[in-house]
């Protein structure tokens, strides 16, 4: 072969060898991706599922203190923990004081309310027997669900071998039901691992993205025009556009401390509500919506500049109707990817102190809050076991926001970027 | 009559001096041509005539320039009103990604020249039919303007320029992306169009400046070399580096 | 103004020195068209006579191909300036130079029907007559070579002189036909002769004009000075 094709031979394999490498590296990282997403998925559907009992339930008048002919309100304001601890001592009628009370321990500790609002649903049940689906304790929950080995000694169990007994009987007569687990999105956070939903920590994150919104985007665009379109060119404002920069990489934690050392100790502002985070947030955000806002503004053709200003218009008309309008598909996607990972911070929101045990759901952002992120930290945090499973999902439903947000800013760009080209 | 007169205009890009000491008188109504190689300030000086040179930081322009006797370098021209009596068309054609109707309806928008829509609307008409473009864009006038081919968006952009009733029109090589067709038709409208405007036109293609102009002003190196009637210029020019540009001996 | 610098396309350059080139080819056949009629005439050389009657032909191909060339370059170059007035010209010399070669082939035909030699009074004015017009043109063609507008307007001007010198050359016939009704046909002949002389005299002037106009860019202004009474 002469020095030519040699050569020629050679160009050819180490193309080759790039692309194989290339191939390699992509493959390795989604390698991560899927066992990472595996991970999260198979641990986490299970919180999907909720394990009930069905329990069968006489609505006696005399249990429940009522008159002859009750109204509703009167249903409403009966006391039902009686009825509902005979409902379950009924389960095994040879059952002792002790036994009874473990078997009040196989069903959470709503299940007095899970009966009075089956009663109100239909009234006529008063005086008769009915089925009613009791949400499992989380104990019995994880057995269900197999993560509990029953084969260790009774001491290292959380499930005694009686209220497995009762249990296997219940399975038997197929009166252990799995549904699909609505509560972890409409309940708040709670002690008991059965019941603790995400519906807290989702309001709460809504509302500080929202404050981070409100703040961070008017004041980061008109920062941006000002800066790219009106500002003189000299060392003042290559100092500011430095310091921008700078600020997009500073950790999220300092602006925590910043948040607790400002906006709490000075200016006094009730501590872990959604606002202050809100607050927090949005001068983390800031910086990334300048950036993404100048960029666009700066991609905006010049022509377009040229034409509106040739034909009259003043610099503020000709920014204002041509170059914004025209850089918004892009500042908005910017804004979007700067709001995901708002969503997604956890260390500021720790600072100001969003990390509290809070079992409502917030009504405003003055109301104290958690967030996905922060809710994720608490969960894995503790000890039961009915808590592993609700982290993943927790991750899971935070991935699923971020995921739509991002496709969400693709869309926006993509819409608009066709429009003009 | 004339219409621009330039004295002593010199521009400088920072350190670098792009016109020297430009003289030239432009007749109203009557379609000026400057041609001459790249770099040589023809499209600096079109640019003095509407101050867009003003965008740029660096540019100095120093000198008079007086239209309908008005000096329009002086500190205390506003340039806005300006730019509604001279307008440009550019080399490449930039309509607004807006509809057709709201490109032509910009200009007398912001100027404040029309009181109600019906108004408007026969503005916009107008307009569309002195640029030769009504017949071809009126069932259609909500569509968005960068739909319409190199041609037809150039014609939009000059009836964009003429919506506002300019007294002077600048042309920045018009015709310079568009095809044969295309140019003859624009080269036609500028025929027309000069009934009414000023027209001053920077091209590259000596040819067009011979078909299109009745006057002709050669630049070379940021000089006026030589101006005069295009009858004069292109048969017996005065100048041997006229000449030798448009005769093709340059370089 | 000069042409010093070349065209940037040399295909362009070498397109006008060819027309160049072959204006000049013309002309000089023209020049050898003339001096050898006269020749023939006086000689009574029949087959001199012949020869420059079959060498028109070139002279006409000369014509065609200019005419094509200058019909090429106006197509496919757009000439401005001063390459618009060197085809333009060029154009109306070579019909210039064609009428001229046109006349000594009937000069030569002429020859032919001559029957006898002529006085030797009558050969000087005519020898007089055509070595004038001879040095007309190739002054002219000297001055297209050249460029020089000077030489033009001196040929230009120097027309008055051939008209001057046509008439003696006339008078002189016109007294040859009194002399003896038997010098009837011969007479005529040289009647016409003398015409074609002064034809070509015109046609040389016409040339001049042209080159002033190509070298000037500018016409001559005024009537060419002239003298039409014949017997003056």
Redesign the interface.
């Given at each position: 072969m002469t020095k030519k094709e040699i050569l020629l031979k050679k160009r050819y394999n180490s193309e080759k060898r790039f692309k194989l490498y290339g191939q390699f590296a992509i493959g390795f990282a989604l390698l991560f991706l899927f066992i990472f997403l595996f991970k999260i998925f198979s641990t986490g559907f299970t919180a999907f599922q909720k394990t009930l009992l069905k329990v069968d339930v006489t609505y006696d008048k005399e249990l429940l203190y009522l008159d002859e002919n009750p109204t509703l309100e009167d249903l409403k304001d009966a006391d039902y923990y009686e009825l509902a601890l005979k409902s379950m001592a009924d389960l095994d009628p040879n059952a002792t004081e002790e036994q009874q009370n473990q078997l009040k321990r196989m069903v959470s500790y709503i299940f007095d309310t899970e009966i009075k609002n089956h009663l109100l649903k239909n009234p006529d049940l008063l005086g008769q027997t009915s089925s009613v689906l009791l949400t499992a304790s989380d104990d019995l929950d994880q057995v269900y669900k197999g993560n509990f080995p029953r084969d260790i000694p009774e001491k290292q169990r959380r499930v005694s071998d009686y209220q497995l007994k009762i249990y296997d009987q219940l399975v038997d007569d197929g009166k252990v039901i799995s549904n699909f687990n609505f509560s972890f999105f409409t309940r708040a956070d709670s002690r008991e691992a059965e019941l603790a939903g995400i519906a807290s920590a989702v309001v709460g994150s809504f509302f500080t993205i929202l404050v981070c919104l409100v703040i961070s985007f008017p004041v980061a665009v008109l920062a941006a025009i000002y800066l790219e379109e009106f500002a003189p060119k000299n060392r003042i404002t290559d100092f500011i556009e430095v310091n921008i920069n700078n600020l997009a990489a500073v950790p999220s934690i300092v602006f925590g401390l910043l948040g607790l050392g400002v906006l709490l100790a000075i200016f006094h502002l009730p501590r872990s509500t959604s606002l202050v985070g809100g607050i927090t947030l949005s001068l983390m955000t800031l910086p990334t919506i300048i950036i993404a806002a100048r960029a666009s503004l700066k991609a905006v053709p010049p022509s377009i500049r040229e034409a509106a200003l040739a034909m009259g218009a003043s610099k503020m008309q000709t920014t204002m109707h041509h170059t914004v309008p025209l850089s918004m598909p892009g500042t908005l996607s910017g804004t979007i990817i700067g709001l995901a990972q708002a969503l997604g911070e956890t260390a500021p929101l720790i600072l100001i102190g969003m990390v509290a045990f809070i079992n409502t759901i917030p009504m405003s952002p003055m109301d104290p809050s958690a967030s996905l992120p922060v809710q994720v930290y608490l969960w894995a945090e503790s000890a039961e076991r009915g808590f592993v499973e609700k982290v993943s999902a927790c991750i899971m439903v935070l991935l699923g926001f971020l995921i739509l947000m991002n496709l969400l800013a693709q869309i926006v760009r993509h819409k608009f970027e066709t429009k003009w080209s | 009559m004339k219409k621009i007169n330039a004295k002593n205009v010199n521009v400088a890009y920072g350190s670098k001096q792009a016109l020297f000491d430009i003289n030239i008188d432009i007749e109203e109504k009557q379609v000026t041509a400057l041609i001459g190689p790249s770099g040589c300030g023809k499209s600096t000086f079109l640019r003095c005539l509407n101050r867009m040179n003003d965008v740029i930081d660096i540019c100095k322009v120093t000198g008079e320039i007086y239209i309908n006797d008005f000096n329009i370098l002086d500190k205390k021209c506003d340039v806005v009103r300006l730019r509604e009596k001279i307008g440009m068309v550019f080399q490449k054609p930039n309509p607004f990604p807006k509809t057709i109707y709201e490109n032509i309806a910009y200009g007398p928008t912001i100027h404040g020249m029309t009181q109600s829509k019906a108004e408007m609307d026969e503005v916009v008409e107008t307009s569309l039919k002195k640029a030769a473009l009504w017949n071809e864009v009126k069932d259609r006038l909500h569509e968005v303007g960068t739909g319409l081919s190199g041609g037809q968006q150039q014609r939009l952009c000059i009836a964009r320029a003429i919506s506002v009733r300019p007294e002077v029109i600048l042309m920045d090589e018009p015709c310079s992306a568009l095809d044969p067709i295309a140019t003859a038709q624009i080269e036609e409208l500028i025929d027309e169009l000069k009934n009414e405007h000023t027209i001053i036109i920077v091209t590259h293609s000596m040819a067009q400046a011979a078909r299109v102009s009745q006057n002709t002003g050669f630049f070379h190196l940021g000089n006026l070399i030589e101006y005069g009637s295009t009858d004069k210029i292109f048969k017996n020019p005065e100048n041997q580096k006229t000449q030798d540009y448009i005769t093709g001996r340059f370089g | 103004?000069?042409?010093n610098?070349?065209?940037?396309?040399k295909s362009?350059e070498e397109e006008l020195k060819n027309l160049n080139n072959n204006i000049v080819k013309m002309g000089t056949l023209c020049e050898e068209a003339l001096r050898k009629s006269i020749n023939a005439l006086i000689t009574n050389n029949a087959d001199e006579a012949d020869k420059i009657i079959k060498n028109d032909e070139e002279i006409d191909k000369f014509e065609n191909l200019i005419e094509q060339q200058v019909v090429n370059l106006i197509a496919l170059r757009?000439?401005?300036?001063?390459?618009?007035?060197e085809t333009v010209t060029a154009l109306k010399i070579s019909s210039d130079l064609e009428r001229i070669g046109d006349l000594s082939k009937n000069i030569a035909k002429r020859s032919l029907l001559l029957s006898s030699n002529l006085s030797k009074n009558l050969i000087d004015i005519l020898n007089t007559l055509s070595e004038n017009v001879q040095k007309q043109l190739k002054s002219v063609i000297d001055s297209y070579l050249e460029r020089s507008s000077s030489m033009a307007i001196n040929v230009w001007e120097s027309d008055e002189k051939i008209d001057n010198l046509t008439n003696q050359c006339m008078q002189a016939s016109i007294d040859f036909l009194k002399e003896d009704p038997k010098n009837l046909q011969n007479g005529t002949h040289l009647l016409f002769v003398s015409k074609n002389l002064e034809r070509m005299g015109d046609h040389t002037t016409n040339i001049a004009e042209q080159v002033y106009f190509l070298v000037k860019?500018?016409y001559l202004e005024g009537d060419r000075p002239k003298n039409s009474e014949i017997g003056k």
């Open positions: - | - | 103004m000069n042409t610098t070349p065209h940037t396309v362009y757009q000439p401005l300036a001063i390459d618009l007035r860019g500018e």
